[in-house]
């Protein structure tokens, strides 16, 4: 059983940044394909970013391009994503997937099987 973990949300004004952190515990030395999703209050569930399996490849929702930045540390077998130049609309509890049988990048919250608890980004205005 894979158990990932956010951490990194919190309070922060418009402008400002924040790294978002999504760790695996279980089978923590194998590598996964990982993708951040977000939701906010009355949303529906929106893709945001996402890395292919070896970190070669990175998509992004066009509205976060050149804003937002995913990566992988495998030593660390960490995906951050690293959020600047916040805005108030970007306010949303933010999750992480995961999943063993994907290789690349993907979009669609339908193919990923393991998911964080969460972690609430707030941007004040």
């Known amino acids: 059983q894979v158990q990932l973990i956010e951490s990194g949300g919190g309070l922060v004004q418009a402008g400002g940044s924040l790294r978002l952190s999504c760790g695996t515990s279980g089978s923590s030395s194998r590598k996964y394909a990982t993708g951040w999703f977000r939701q906010a209050p009355g949303k529906e569930r929106e893709f945001v970013a996402a890395?292919?399996?070896?970190?070669?490849?990175?998509i992004y929702a066009d509205s976060v391009r050149g804003r937002f930045t995913i990566s992988r540390d495998s030593a660390k077998n960490t995906v951050y994503l690293q959020m600047n130049s916040l805005k108030f609309e970007d306010t949303a509890v933010y999750y992480c997937?995961?999943?063993?049988?994907?290789?690349?990048?993907?979009?669609?919250?339908?193919?990923?099987?393991?998911w964080g608890q969460g972690t609430q980004v707030t941007v004040s205005s």
């Open positions: 997937a995961a999943d063993p049988s994907l290789v690349a990048a993907v979009r669609d919250a339908d193919d990923y099987t393991y």
């Open positions: 890395i292919s399996w070896s970190g070669d490849s990175r």
